[in-house]
């Protein structure tokens, strides 16, 4: 409907008679986008030494969201994706994401040095199997982590670190670690090669 009102803006000098919709004949514009953070290298291991060192100690939960977190910038993965992901989803070419955001399935290569941190995670995670056995990232109670409580733990660990001040303030979220992702990977291309999608892991979740 946009282009159809330049249409009419172009070609009225020609003819007055056409007649130019209002702006805001077809609704309101979309809002202004929030620029995303792109995280440095510094910052992600800023983030995931705080996740390392969440408590209770000698539980899963720090393991839990330092692998999470570090999967998600190293992936790109949506945050609904990476909680949905299921041990099965582990495969010999990859990460086998299902039902996403489109309802597609797709296959996400990953580097060798990010197949290493989830099997030393699945092999801590064994202790912890609790009531949900098929799910890949589980807390303290066995169960698959919640959207809103990852998202939570996210912000408490940047206030941590002093990426972000008090509540309700803006900041980093956590979809701009896919952001990260897709830039870095943009900053690797040369010429007409393909985005790298197996970007080395710049921390390790052990």
Known sequence: MLTVRRFAIT????????????????????????VPHIFSEEEVSRLLAKASQLKPCGTIRSKTYTTIFALLVTTG?????ALAL???DVTDDGLMIKCTKFRKDRLVP???STRQAIEDYLDYRKRYDGENESALFISNTGSRPSYSTVIDVFLQLL????????SGTPGPCLHDLRHTFAVK???QCT???A???NRKVIHSTN
């Open 11 to 34: 070609i009225q000098p020609e003819n007055n008679q056409y007649e130019i919709p209002p702006a805001n004949a077809f609704g309101r514009g979309a809002g202004k986008r929030r």
């Open 191 to 193: 010429g007409d090669n």
């Open 195 to 197: 985005v790298n999608n």
């Open 86 to 88: 299921n041990v099965e």
């Open 77 to 81: 993965l949506r945050i609904s994706e």
């Open 159 to 166: 206030r941590a670190i002093g990426m972000r001040d008090e």
């Open 110 to 112: 990953i580097h060798e």
């Open 185 to 187: 990977s943009l900053e």
